[in-house]
């Protein structure tokens, strides 16, 4: 995964000028043509099935399907305008947002890299298994596409239901388990195109934040092994015994040399010494004039 990683961030260093600015604006347009062609059209969805990816029909000479697939958003009734509408616009100010933090090169090769994988799983499934499948539109590689939005400002809030503000990082998790309920859905129903593309999507995401979600994990790892560290439990425990300590005999630092404390030098500075074994306290005075307890 790293390497992948590595090798994606190469590329578009080495290419500047790759991609396709606006991406997601021609991604929108695309699915209104295709919403009003079956919205106006006598057969509704059946209007534009000739959009949709189909492996069989491919090879028949029907290469446009490679591409018009992407278009083909689902919905195609007169009562869908308003969900459309939403969808749209919420996937296309995550994929602009995405385009200005990463520039055009990096999220248009995610987008791509996410529709190709889509196409190779479509294609192994379906020769694998012998069927005819056909594959409309790229929601979960806009579901991917929120994952990445999500990892990259998990604090931003939406409006759920127009008016209840909630973390993107919320939704994100409610996305991840959309993906397995999908995937062991479609599993069980004998659908395994759909119960291998979520994972598909996935591994996109993987491959573009691995290097931050290892580093993450990496960070946790070493966090949780210091909290429970011997050395740190025990300055813990040191630190409780010193402030009961304070609160029995009504001063917080005494200095080990002097014996001054701050309840009745409020303007001395005290400091710990790091050298010293255990938890002593010195006065500004003796903090660098003092034999260090070994005991």
């Known amino acids: ?36 062609l079956a919205v106006f059209s006598s057969g509704g969805f059946s209007a534009i099935r000739f959009l949709g990816f189909n492996w069989d029909k491919v090879c028949s000479g029907e290469l446009w399907r490679l591409v018009t697939f992407i278009f083909v958003s689902g919905y195609a009734s007169g009562l869908d305008v308003i969900f459309l509408a939403l969808f749209l616009y919420f996937y296309y100010w995550i994929g602009s947002t995405l385009e200005r933090e990463w520039g055009t090169p990096k999220f248009t090769l995610y987008y791509l890299s996410g529709v190709i994988l889509t196409l190779i799983t479509a294609i192994i499934v379906s020769a694998a298994s012998g069927q005819s499948f056909y594959l409309f539109g790229t929601d979960y590689v806009n579901l991917s596409m929120f994952f990445a939005f999500a990892a990259l400002f998990p604090d931003a809030q939406v409006l759920l239901m127009f008016f209840i503000p909630v973390k993107i990082k919320w939704l994100a998790w409610f996305d991840g388990a959309f993906f ?18 979520p994972i598909i999507a996935l591994a996109n995401f993987f491959v573009f934040f691995w290097p931050d979600l290892s580093n993450s994990v990496s960070y946790r790892v070493r966090r949780a092994r210091h909290q429970n560290s011997h050395q740190t439990i025990q300055f813990k425990s040191a630190v409780k015994q010193e402030a009961q300590k304070a609160r029995e005999q009504g001063y917080r630092h005494k200095c080990c ?39």
């Not at 000028?17 to 695309?30: C, Q």
């Not at 006065?283 to 260090?292: L, P, R, S, T």
């Open 180 to 197: 397995a309920l999908s995937s062991v859905r479609s599993l069980l129903s004998g659908d395994f195109l759909g119960a291998v593309l």
């Open 1 to 36: 995964m790293k390497k992948l990683s590595d090798a994606v961030e190469r590329f578009c260093a080495a290419h500047p000028r790759f991609g396709i600015p606006n991406l997601m604006r021609y991604i929108v347009i695309g699915n209104v043509i295709t919403y009003f």
């Open 257 to 295: 040399v002097c014996g001054r404390t701050d309840a009745e030098y409020p303007d001395l500075q005290f400091r710990y010494c790091s050298k010293c074994a255990g938890y002593h306290c010195f006065c500004e005075d003796h903090i660098f004039n003092h034999v260090h307890f070994t005991e």
